[in-house]
Nanobody, 125 residues
Framework: QVQLVESGGGSVQAGGSLRLSCAAS????????MGWFRQAPGKVREGVAG???????IYADSVKGRFTISKDNAKNTLYLQMNSLKPEDTAMYYC???????????????????WGQGTQVTVSS
């Protein structure tokens, strides 16, 4: 089992940037493939970005060109650099690991077995 702890959330004005981090501990082979998800009040959880064991990345259309996912295997840490933030990016952001397939990352929450507690991102207009 892997434990995931997110950090880096906060409040920012539209157009600003934030970098989220997710520190993993425990079963690190579960971190070969990881992802970021978000959930706004009253909405379903949606996939934002994913990265697989070969460092192949995928993004939701709504964040392409603005968000960048990366991971530092030596530090067992996943990152999400978020630029040009919009009010609609406001949500609780969750880190996920333990993919169904380490080399075929998806943005489906059903394909991830471990989750962090989340970090809040609020973007004001």
């Amino acid at each position: 089992q892997v434990q995931l702890v997110e950090s880096g959330g906060g409040s920012v004005q539209a157009g600003g940037s934030l970098r989220l981090s997710c520190a993993a501990s425990g079963s690190t082979y579960s971190t070969y493939c990881m992802g970021w998800f978000r959930q706004a009040p009253g909405k379903v959880r949606e996939g934002v970005a994913g990265i697989d064991a070969a460092d192949t990345t995928i993004y939701a259309d709504s964040v392409k060109g603005r968000f960048t996912i990366s991971k530092d295997n030596a530090k067992n840490t996943l990152y999400l650099q978020m630029n040009s933030l919009k009010p609609e990016d406001t949500a609780m952001y969750y880190c996920a690991a333990d993919c169904y397939s380490d080399y075929d990352v998806t943005l489906s929450s059903a394909d991830f077995g471990s989750w962090g507690q989340g970090t809040q991102v609020t973007v004001s207009s």
